[in-house]
């Protein structure tokens, strides 16, 4: 900026330009004329005092004087004011990160005007929030000019960070029906576009099972955020076509040849009756109705399924069973149809040649009978029956009692055998021992009956005649005890039999008829003592053994030595 002074006369008034303003950091060149010497003050960031046209550049508000000599020698003195404008405060935001081929959003502030530099790769420069795309790493100057036309900048470097080198894997061609492994490489964390029959579209490695030709687009994402896409093509082969032949009916026992088509390999299941279970045309053994079922594998490596049925004449005579002895049973022919039956052995056979005939057997028996079709197949089957005879045993043992005979009746069967006792009183019982009390001089009976697994019973009887009451007696009493504690023949005992000492009391008498001991029940016997204990002299004594109150009676003599 140049501000000239002039001069109108000499030693005459001198003007200058207006006072004049700048920018802060900016310069003006002020300008005097008509003098042959100049005197410029203050000299504060002005470049020569002496000359007419010298330039300033002051930071602040600023007055400079000037005193002009012309060729007369007159002095003239005037002055300027220079303001100084502070500069604009220019600011530029925004994101200065972003992934390649995105945008930032800039936006400038502070100025009234706005010129962005470089240009290109911005939506607009000459406004105060352009869109900057940029390929490369870019510093990015605004340039903001104020209502005083004072000027100011600011920069932002714009960092562009490249994608991930996203790899979806190759495109690929599966067999229909079957599953591919896709996996995406190049990301932090993946997003499948394509979600269509894949089992997880948010990991890198989904199974897509496709069922028409698909285009599976990934989305990966690295650790800036930044992201890009990669398609992989699953295609699909044609279907295998499996043949694995017409359905046969075949005898037990034949050879089937099948013939399987539609593939360059096979499999056939179940192959453990098969000669040759991975070729097209193998041996069939079956054994049974069966179906055999063909892999068929074709060029691309695709499968198919196909099977056929085998239907071979098998009959069956049924399960073999059990039965009591005596009883029957009914078997049919099972399986297939079949016209034609022959039994063997007949023993026990209702009818040897019909398919159902009673079969009842007085032992175990196995029967064979041959089972022909309209087709002329022939089939053997055999059922054993067994016949079923549990065996009742027992034991018994009498003993004679106070009140009758007691009989004892213990079942010595099998001991899986259920078991009932039945007595001729109308009693009965399932406990494996029994006992019960009959009468003196009578007759009883009982029947033992046993029952098996299957419920076959088999009983036995069981036929006691009870003797008179004295006939039971068969009394041992000794005649001569020695009481004196050595072990040996220290007490008088007297032996009945059964339970007849229930109802028997020993007397010991002295020889004047005194009674001096009484015993009864399990206790007959005598230490020596009477009944208060006392010690009873050696000699002579008499005894009485009552039954039933007198019903049985007997004496005797014994001696007491010491």
Known sequence: MNVILSQTNPCGYVSFLNDTSICFNDSVDIVASGGISYAWYPNYNISDTTVSNPQVFNHVDTTYYVEITDNNGCVITDSIAISVNMLPSVNVQGIDTICDGSSTQLIGTGALSYSWSPPHSLTNSSIPYPSANPNTNTNYIVTGTDANGCVNRDTISVVVLPLPNVEAGNDTTICPGLSVQLNATGGDTYQWLTTVNLSNYLISNPVATPNTLTS??????????CLNTDTIRVALHDSANADAGFNVSACYGDA???????????SWEPNYFLNHPTLANPLAFPNDDMVFTVQVTDINGCTDFDSLNISVFVAHAGDDAIICEGDSILRSIGGDPATTFNWSPTDGVSDPTIYNPTLSPSIPTQYIVNIENAGGCNYTDTVFINVSNPIPTFDTILSPGCNGVYAEFVNTSNSEFGVTWNFNNGDYT??????????????????????????CTNSIDINIDTDLFEN????????????????????????????INQCTELIIYNRFGEIQFISTGNNLKWDGRNNVGLELPNGKYFFTLNVKNGFFSQSGTLYKFQ
């Open 256 to 266: 089937i040849q099948l013939n399987a088509s539609g593939g360059v390999s096979y």
């Open 216 to 225: 599976y687009v990934v989305r990966a994402t690295d650790v800036n955020g």
């Open 430 to 455: 399932t406990d494996n021992k029994v006992e019960k009390v009959f009468n003196f001089e009578s007759s009883f009976s009982a029947t033992l009956t046993v029952q098996d697994s299957l419920n």
């Open 472 to 499: 039971y007696f068969d009394i041992y009493y000794p005649n001569v005890f020695t009481p004196n504690s050595d072990g040996e023949n220290d007490l008088f005992i007297v032996e009945v039999p059964g339970r």
